[in-house]
């Protein structure tokens, strides 16, 4: 029966929430004035890392973090960051899909690129010998992960529940992929070719990196999405970043 299959998903959404939500209170408790080296931030970092810093701050505990650095480095002032922050806040993000599961792919893909960001990110603070951003974007990139494993797991119940539409889901949803901060984040044109310059992130990052290996874990490749119909387009030439 379609009702008791739907309450019996909407169940283990639920026991996988309150699963993620317990273990985020036990293990990934961290606190942004007490839990990072700020006396070593680097205030001669590259204007290139404050950039893309600045250009991740988007999520609540995390922007807090980003823009601690920001100030503490010297890189910003408190008003240019407050300011940042409202013309971020003015723009509101659209939904980029309509139904829970896509939006529950989408948010999959987005988690594990928002992760590998901050990783690639923290690279290069270490690099320029920030200890200070670098634990920031550790702590952070933790949480990102778990996110990530959430969605995931998510993914997978409406595998098992319909394969096929998922993957029709799936799909579409790789099709147009394009990050939250393409669309909230001002000037992102300048911003996104320095994320790219950096090697912080860019279309092939995402097509090894992201699409590659989610679409296994999940059970299924490039090639079983493309053979679903028509061809995948966008997925063959740099879309997104590079625009
Ligand atoms: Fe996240």
Request: charge should be negative; proline fraction near 4%; glycine fraction near 4%.
């Given at each position: 029966m379609k009702g008791s299959s739907n309450t019996q998903l909407e169940n283990r959404f639920y026991e996988l929430y309150i699963d993620f939500f317990n273990r985020a209170e036990a293990e990934r408790r961290w606190n942004?004035?007490?839990?990072?080296?700020?006396?070593?931030?680097?205030?001669?970092?590259s204007d290139a890392i404050a950039l893309i810093v600045e250009s991740f701050c988007a999520e609540s505990k995390h922007s807090l973090v980003l823009e601690e650095w920001l100030v503490r480095s010297g890189k910003r002032s408190i008003q240019e960051v407050r300011d940042f922050a409202g013309t971020v806040l003015e723009r509101e993000w659209e939904l980029?899909?309509?139904?829970p599961r896509q939006m529950m792919i989408y948010t999959t893909f987005q988690e594990l690129s928002t992760g590998l960001n901050y990783k690639n990110l923290r690279r290069k603070a270490m690099e320029q010998g920030d200890k200070a951003l670098a634990t920031a974007l550790s702590f952070v990139a933790r949480d990102e992960s778990a996110h990530y494993q959430f969605f995931q797991d998510g993914v997978k119940l409406y595998m098992q529940e319909d394969r096929d539409g998922t993957l029709e889901d799936m799909k579409k949803v790789l099709e147009g992929f394009r990050m939250p901060a393409q669309d909230l984040?001002?000037?992102?044109e300048v911003r996104g070719k320095t994320i790219i310059g950096e090697k912080v992130f860019s279309d092939r990052i995402f097509y090894k990196d992201i699409m590659r290996p989610i679409l296994s874990i999940l059970g299924t490749s490039r090639d079983e999405l493309q053979a679903l119909g028509e061809k995948l387009p966008e997925l063959t030439v740099p879309p997104s970043l590079a625009r």
């Amino acid at each position: 029966m379609k009702g008791s299959s739907n309450t019996q998903l909407e169940n283990r959404f639920y026991e996988l929430y309150i699963d993620f939500f317990n273990r985020a209170e036990a293990e990934r408790r961290w606190n942004v004035q007490k839990d990072i080296p700020w006396d070593q931030c680097n205030s001669k970092a590259s204007d290139a890392i404050a950039l893309i810093v600045e250009s991740f701050c988007a999520e609540s505990k995390h922007s807090l973090v980003l823009e601690e650095w920001l100030v503490r480095s010297g890189k910003r002032s408190i008003q240019e960051v407050r300011d940042f922050a409202g013309t971020v806040l003015e723009r509101e993000w659209e939904l980029p899909f309509s139904t829970p599961r896509q939006m529950m792919i989408y948010t999959t893909f987005q988690e594990l690129s928002t992760g590998l960001n901050y990783k690639n990110l923290r690279r290069k603070a270490m690099e320029q010998g920030d200890k200070a951003l670098a634990t920031a974007l550790s702590f952070v990139a933790r949480d990102e992960s778990a996110h990530y494993q959430f969605f995931q797991d998510g993914v997978k119940l409406y595998m098992q529940e319909d394969r096929d539409g998922t993957l029709e889901d799936m799909k579409k949803v790789l099709e147009g992929f394009r990050m939250p901060a393409q669309d909230l984040i001002p000037n992102w044109e300048v911003r996104g070719k320095t994320i790219i310059g950096e090697k912080v992130f860019s279309d092939r990052i995402f097509y090894k990196d992201i699409m590659r290996p989610i679409l296994s874990i999940l059970g299924t490749s490039r090639d079983e999405l493309q053979a679903l119909g028509e061809k995948l387009p966008e997925l063959t030439v740099p879309p997104s970043l590079a625009r």
